[in-house]
T-cell receptor, first 112, second 114 residues
Framework: GDSVTQKQGQVTLSEDDFLFINCTYS??????LLWYVQYLGQGPQLLLK?????NKGISRGFEATYDKGTTSFHLQKASVQESDSAVYFC???????????FGSGTQLTVMP | GALVYQYPRRTICKSGTSMRMECQAV??????VAWYRQSPQKTFELIAL?????????EQNFTQEKFPISHPNLSFSSMTVLNAYLEDRGLYLC??????????FGPGTRLTVL
């Protein structure tokens, strides 16, 4: 079945550091790939999504490229802020489906 | 904009008792509502998908007898956790989907079972 893998359980950075969160996926379909962010005490919020392979999604300084060759959708940000501290979930939706398949999440902590 | 409200935000119940949680979509029509449980380790489990005027589809390990769901219209859904036990604790999330298949999440109902 479809799956999403996030290798990093926790990432700790200082303000203005570069962020890279690893995400790889496995599916036999043509998925939509998404990143959700979950702040403390809240539900997941859509950060960005990409529906077409080799395209890039950009939102609030975050970006991720749908790389069909490496089946990856890594999240990056050039300069993180303390307010970016949250849990980040990579997810996919298979074509023709509604179901979100989530990765295990990466807790980002940004120190002031 | 599209918002999803869930209440209560937190609830505590005694082992063996039941509790009901509600989900309301505002600013869009929730053609489908997915109920998830997020564990303390942050992993998501899909409980069921409810589509208005269609049968509710439960995932493996979740049943209607344990998690009955009501979805009477395009803005409201409720789910009850019957005979709650320790393993039922977690954050219950409602993901409401509009006609464009965009899924919006509520803040969740955190269930603690004593």
């Amino acid at each position: 079945g479809d799956s999403v893998t996030q290798k990093q359980g926790q990432v700790t950075l200082s303000e203005d550091d570069f962020l890279f969160i690893n995400c790889t996926y496995s599916t036999t379909t043509y998925p939509t790939l998404l990143w959700y962010v979950q702040y403390l005490g809240q539900g997941p919020q859509l950060l960005l999504k990409v529906t077409t392979a080799n395209n890039k999604g950009i939102s609030r300084g975050f970006e991720a490229t749908y790389d069909k060759g490496t089946t990856s959708f890594h999240l990056q940000k050039a300069s993180v802020q303390e307010s970016d501290s949250a849990v980040y979930f990579c997810a996919l939706v298979s074509s023709g489906s509604w179901q979100l398949i989530f990765g295990s999440g990466t807790q980002l902590t940004v120190m002031p | 904009g599209a918002l999803v409200y869930q209440y209560p935000r937190r609830t505590i119940c005694k082992s063996g008792t039941s509790m009901r949680m509600e989900c309301q979509a505002v600013g869009f029509q929730a053609t489908s509502v997915a109920w998830y449980r997020q564990s303390p380790q942050k992993t998501f489990e899909l409980i069921a998908l409810s589509t208005v005027n269609s049968a509710i589809k439960y995932e493996q390990n979740f049943t209607q007898e344990k998690f009955p769901i009501s979805h009477p219209n395009l803005s409201f859904s409720s789910m009850t956790v019957l005979n709650a036990y320790l393993e039922d604790r977690g954050l219950y999330l409602c993901g409401a989907r509009d006609r464009t298949y965009e899924q919006y999440f509520g803040p969740g109902t955190r269930l603690t079972v004593l």
